[in-house]
């Protein structure tokens, strides 16, 4: 339970939660501020693409330490 593997695939899933998060935020054009900033929605493009590459890398690196 506490192999390394495990903890690749709970950091995956995780990065796409984010992912998930910020494609919803760009399909539903909501808005986000911080205080007196609003948030740029390319601000989210980026992320969402760190994201899925993030999750990605993670689930694939899991894969090959023998899950």
Same mark, same amino acid.
């Given at each position: 339970?506490?192999?390394?593997? @495990?903890?690749? =695939?709970? +950091? &995956? %899933?995780? /990065?796409?939660? /984010? +992912?998930?998060?910020?494609?919803?935020?760009? $399909?539903?054009?909501?808005?986000? @501020?911080?205080? @007196?900033? @609003? $948030?740029?929605?390319?601000? &989210?493009? %980026? +992320?969402?693409?760190?994201?899925? $590459?993030?999750? $990605?890398?993670?689930? =694939?690196? &899991?894969? =090959? &330490?023998?899950?």
């Amino acid at each position: 339970m506490n192999s390394p593997a @495990t903890g690749l =695939r709970v +950091a &995956s %899933v995780i /990065f796409g939660i /984010f +992912a998930i998060g910020h494609l919803l935020r760009l $399909i539903n054009h909501a808005a986000v @501020t911080v205080g @007196t900033h @609003t $948030i740029p929605m390319g601000l &989210s493009w %980026v +992320a969402l693409i760190v994201a899925v $590459i993030l999750s $990605i890398w993670l689930w =694939r690196l &899991s894969s =090959r &330490s023998g899950a």
